[in-house]
């Protein structure tokens, strides 16, 4: 499990603007009215408790400030609260939080305290990363590669058919290709046998993903994965319009699905 290190996190917030302007130009939405429209619902003034959590490998310097940053830019109140774990989760509850935001080294969640609504990071990273990619100018054609059928990547392409893509996969782990193939009847890609995309959908935890050969000039990329999986000479040798910010695009999309 990769786990996010605080030189991810560095410039949150500038970094979820720079994401939020490529979302803009080239979706005709920002994050917010794409989550909005992607889950049919609207923030109404949630306060949301961000509780540390030390099990496993403990506090990543500056998770918890990250996500009140996060929490903030989208418009809602939010706190850190002093205790951690059970603690901090019964602090959170005591201080009003209506949700609550906590990781491990294996989970995120978020959970609405008036609803009972939980989200899984995960899925709503791989969601609202592929309907950003489906909402593209260059995602024309109907045809969207995706890289990475893991925990982000499956739900990423499973959306991407619901709306009706033609969807192509690749995944270095056969039987997940295979798995991704017989589920989602998705199409098998095979990076022996390449051919271009406009928009394409990433989520390894490895660089250097994407073959240069798919690559369209101007294509999308949307893409949660950590480390990037495009280099930069790449980046501008196609003019790539980029989406790629490591916590904010998904913890909005966790909040809007419980709201
Ligand atoms: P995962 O391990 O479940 O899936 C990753 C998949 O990528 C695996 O199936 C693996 O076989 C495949 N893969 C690895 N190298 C490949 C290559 N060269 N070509 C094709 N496939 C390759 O991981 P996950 O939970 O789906 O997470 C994927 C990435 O997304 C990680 O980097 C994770 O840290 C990141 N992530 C980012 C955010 C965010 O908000 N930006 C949120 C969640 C996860
Ligand atoms: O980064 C992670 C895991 N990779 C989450 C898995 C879902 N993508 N967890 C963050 C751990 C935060 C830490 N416990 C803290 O500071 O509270």
Do not use: W
Not at 106 to 114: G, S
Not at 200 to 212: L, S, V
Not at 223 to 229: E, F, H, Q, S
């Amino acid at each position: 499990m990769a786990l996010l290190t605080p030189a991810d996190l560095i410039e949150i917030n500038r970094q979820l603007a720079i994401s939020d302007e490529v979302v803009r130009k080239s979706t005709g939405f920002e994050i917010k009215g794409i989550c909005e429209a992607l889950y049919g619902t609207k923030a109404n003034s949630e306060k949301v408790g961000i509780v540390p959590i030390t099990s496993g490998n403990g506090i990543i310097g500056s998770f918890s400030e990250s996500l009140l940053a996060i929490v903030r830019y989208f418009g809602l109140e939010g706190f850190i609260t002093e205790k951690t774990d059970v603690s901090g989760y019964y602090e959170a509850l005591s201080a009003g939080a209506d949700i609550v935001l906590m990781a491990d080294d294996y989970t995120y969640l978020a959970h609405n305290l008036k609803n009972g609504k939980i989200a899984n990071n995960q899925p709503c990273t791989g969601i609202i990363y592929a309907e950003i990619a489906s909402r593209a100018k260059q995602a024309g054609s109907k045809e969207i590669l995706v890289v990475g059928l893991g925990k982000v990547g499956f739900p990423g392409a499973e959306h991407l058919k619901k709306k009706g893509f033609s969807v192509y996969g690749y995944d270095l782990d056969k039987t997940l290709l295979q798995r991704a193939v017989s589920k989602l009847r998705i199409l098998p890609f095979s990076p022996e046998n390449p051919k271009k995309f406009p928009v394409i959908f990433e989520a390894t935890p490895c660089p250097n993903t994407i073959p240069e050969a798919v690559l369209e000039q101007g294509c999308l990329v949307s893409t949660p994965g950590i480390p990037c999986a495009l280099s930069e000479n790449l980046l501008e040798k196609y003019a790539v319009e980029l989406v790629a910010e490591p916590l904010g695009i998904g913890t909005v999309s966790m909040l809007y699905s419980i709201f």
